[in-house]
Each structure stands twice: as structure tokens, then as C-alpha cells.
């Protein structure tokens, strides 16, 4: 139990362009939805927190405008990074909490803008 | 501010040869302590919540502790599929269920 999928798992995308990440809890329920990224050799930062039908929040320093957080249901949320530059590559992951205090995270998307 | 500081960063291990991995933490309010592993290029694998200071839980070769200051991770004859990165995270009361991660410490087993 408590699976959480992610899609695509590695994109490749040009300067400019916009990329939608897809994150599903398959089979729970998730009260509230995480996205986190994760540079090589470092831990994991939290970008922003979401919870079904209410805008994200997010953490200082991460842009809104940039990073676009939708989520539209209690098993998906998606994270649209708009206008990608080079410097926004990176080891994108998402986590859902079902129920209580555990997260459970999906296998990440790396995304690299070329 | 909360602060998660784990030791070592990197850790050397023979096969069989028992160690602990460390998680210092402060946090105004503890909700909850998480340890989580994680193979390169995937995303973190959940091990276990600890969410009182004596509390201790295990799974296979592992074991967690909790204090009012830190955590261990024991890991007990280990094997070479052991090898990972070992996440410790924290959770505080007034967090909104978000955590706080350390570095990680990257643990290799050898044959």
C-alpha cells in the first residue's frame, strides 16, 4: 500500500518551454501533497505544499508564477514549471500524506533544460 | 529555526560489520522524526516515524531510536543491499505536516 507514482520520470525540454510533472497517489487518498527538489549530492528541499482544492503554499524563495501548482483532485497534483531555464534542472519529487503524520513519495522526475 | 544535522556523511562498512548512523535535531515542537532510505535517481523510501523520545522501532536489520535531541539508526549485519543514502527528517507541530530533511549519510556495504 501507500504508492505514489510520478510522470514522466525523465523529461528533456528546451529554454523557454513549459513542463508539466504529474504526481498520483494510487491507491490512498492524499489529505495534502508535497513538492520537493533535490540537487545533486544535497537533501531534499521543500518547494510547496498543497491540499485538494485550495492554492499551494510555498516555501520562501520559490516562485509562484514559475512554479504552477494544481491540485485537482485527493489523488493528483501536478507541478508546471513555466519558461524553464537551464538553471531549473533538476531531481523533481512529490509525497503524499494519506491520513496522520507519514509521507510517501513518488520516484522523482529529472528534468533537465537544455 | 529547525535544524536536522546527520552524521557521518559517509559511511564504510564491511558485511557483517554492525554501525549507527546519527541525527541530531532541533525543533521547537516534535511532531514526529522520520527516517527514510533512498537509492540514486529514485525518490525516498519510507522506514519508520518515531514520536516520543524512547520510542524505538524495527524493521529487518534495522533498528531506530529517539531522544530528546536525536535519533539513531542501527543497522545490524549489514548487507551489501543496504547500501543507500539515509534520511532523517523532521516534523514539527507547527509545520503544516511539512518536513525538514538533513544532508543524508551515504552508507556502502562492501562484500
Known amino acids: ?114 | 529555526e529547525d535544524q536536522v544535522t546527520q552524521s557521518p556523511e559517509a559511511l564504510r562498512l564491511q558485511e557483517g560489520e554492525s554501525s549507527s548512523l546519527n541525527c541530531s535535531y532541533t525543533v521547537s515542537g516534535l511532531r514526529g522524526l522520520f527516517w527514510y532510505r533512498q537509492d540514486p535517481g529514485k525518490g525516498p523510501e519510507f522506514l519508520f516515524t518515531l514520536y516520543s523520545a524512547g520510542e524505538e522501532k524495527e524493521k529487518e536489520r534495522l533498528k531506530a531510536t529517539l531522544t530528546k535531541k536525536e535519533s539513531f539508526l542501527h543497522i545490524t549485519a549489514p548487507k551489501p543491499e543496504d547500501s543507500a543514502t539515509y534520511l532523517c527528517a523532521v516534523q514539527a507541530q507547527d509545520s503544516g505536516y511539512a518536513l525538514n530533511f538533513g544532508k543524508g549519510t551515504s552508507l556502502l556495504v562492501t562484500p
Open chain 1, 1 to 114: 500500500g501507500a504508492v505514489v507514482s510520478q510522470h514522466p520520470s525523465r523529461v528533456i525540454c528546451k529554454s523557454g518551454t513549459s513542463v508539466k510533472i504529474e504526481c498520483r497517489s494510487l491507491d490512498f487518498q492524499a489529505t495534502t501533497m508535497f513538492w520537493y527538489r533535490q540537487f545533486p549530492k544535497q537533501s531534499l528541499m521543500l518547494m510547496a505544499t498543497s491540499n485538494e482544492g485550495s492554492k499551494a503554499t510555498y516555501e520562501q524563495g520559490v516562485e509562484k508564477d514559475k512554479f504552477l501548482i494544481n491540485h485537482a483532485s485527493l489523488t493528483l497534483s501536478t507541478l508546471t514549471v513555466t519558461s524553464a531555464h537551464p538553471e531549473d534542472s533538476s531531481f523533481y519529487i512529490c509525497s503524499a500524506r494519506p491520513e496522520f503524520y507519514e509521507q510517501y513519495f513518488g520516484p522523482g522526475t529529472r528534468l533537465t533544460v537544455t
